[in-house]
């Protein structure tokens, strides 16, 4: 007797689940410890600072180094500095980033599912993949929020990825976000935030100082695009800022040096220090390079960099914050990722 080709396609009863269809985002960032102490500290620094992207040393001279001395010095004195900016909600970088993946789900609605991960740390990585995966997630766009391209930044995340795939016999469907540090909506974004913050001050800051993170010079020699890309987003947010506030001086510096190499300059806190020496008596501070406020720009622009100016003789210092979840950066954040989502939903 023939089967009929109904009765012949029908899915056995046994047959498990095997969830597919869906598309999800997820969003990127840095890292974080799990808590503002010397242990979890030294656990976050051991993954980072091993990371090879990271310091491109030879590990037979690196690694003595790190466990050695850096790793026996360094995590009292981040922790220390985790606890001045530590909240409720845990790590700003993380509570930040939580918020964004919230407000990006609002925007996109129930179509796409929004997740989070970080590079180093929790929620990691693989953990993510493998959860969305299992969800039924056969698409996922992968969003490292680095405005500026850098191998330590947004290729390690993409390494990340790639090992956690790796590990999978069944891999979903990936798109990564390009860098963004001259799309037009990132550099609305900024100056529309930023002219915000700046207009609520009790007056215009003599001096605008763009703080994007440093990185060994080598690395732009290596050829590395970062310090090209943080050039353009300056020059690009300058332009714009100038016919809000003509009168005020925009320059760029790079901060968070480390170790004794030669970083990219000029270096944030020197400027700060020396512009005070010069003169002058009012400054400001953004940080176009991070999308979400941290440590780096909570505890060394914020405070580090109040009491350097203001000891130099400066007498009003602003640290300006990040776009983080705000209107602005939202917006800017939903135009992206439907632009990379083309196709999908």
Not at 210 to 236: I, N
Not at 311 to 334: H, I, K, Q, R, V
Request: hydrophobic share 45%.
């Amino acid at each position: 007797m023939e089967t009929s080709p109904t009765s012949a396609m029908a899915r056995p009863a046994d047959h498990p689940d095997a969830p597919v269809g869906r598309v999800a985002v997820l969003l990127v960032n840095l890292g974080t410890p799990d808590a503002p102490d010397a242990p979890s500290v030294k656990r976050y620094l051991r993954e980072f600072l091993s990371d090879k992207r990271v310091v491109e040393l030879p590990a037979l001279l690196w690694q003595p180094i790190l466990r050695g001395i850096v790793l026996n010095t360094r995590p009292k004195k981040s922790a220390h500095a985790y606890s001045l900016v530590w909240g409720e909600g845990g790590s700003p970088l993380a509570a930040i980033t939580a918020r964004q993946a919230k407000g990006l789900q609002a925007r996109l609605g129930n179509g796409v599912t929004v997740d989070w991960a970080m590079r180093y740390g929790n929620p990691s990585i693989a953990d993510r993949i493998t959860a969305l995966k299992e969800a039924g997630h056969d698409r996922i766009l992968f969003a490292p929020l680095y405005p500026q391209y850098s191998a330590a930044t947004t290729a390690t995340a993409v390494d990340a990825l790639g090992t956690a795939l790796a590990a999978m016999r069944w891999q979903p469907a990936i798109r990564t976000l390009p860098p963004y540090h001259d799309a037009p909506a990132h550099i609305a974004a900024l100056a529309s935030d930023l002219t915000a913050q700046i207009g609520a001050l009790p007056a215009v800051p003599e001096v605008l100082l763009l703080s994007f993170h440093g990185m060994p010079e080598r690395t732009l020699h290596l050829g590395d695009p970062y310090h090209c890309h943080c050039r353009k987003t300056a020059r690009l947010l300058a332009e714009a800022l100038a016919p809000v506030f003509p009168a005020m001086r925009v320059d760029t510096t790079f901060q968070s040096r480390f170790g004794k190499a030669k970083w990219l300059e000029p270096a944030t806190d020197t400027t700060i220090e020396a512009e005070a020496k010069a003169g002058t008596k009012s400054m400001a501070v953004a940080m176009p390079g991070f999308s979400a406020d941290c440590l780096e720009t909570l505890e060394e622009i914020a405070l580090q960099g109040r009491d350097t100016f203001l000891a130099a003789g400066g007498e009003s210092y602003t640290a300006l914050t990040c776009l983080n979840d705000g209107e602005a950066g939202m917006t800017m954040l939903e135009t992206l990722i439907r632009n990379e989502l083309q196709g999908w939903i």
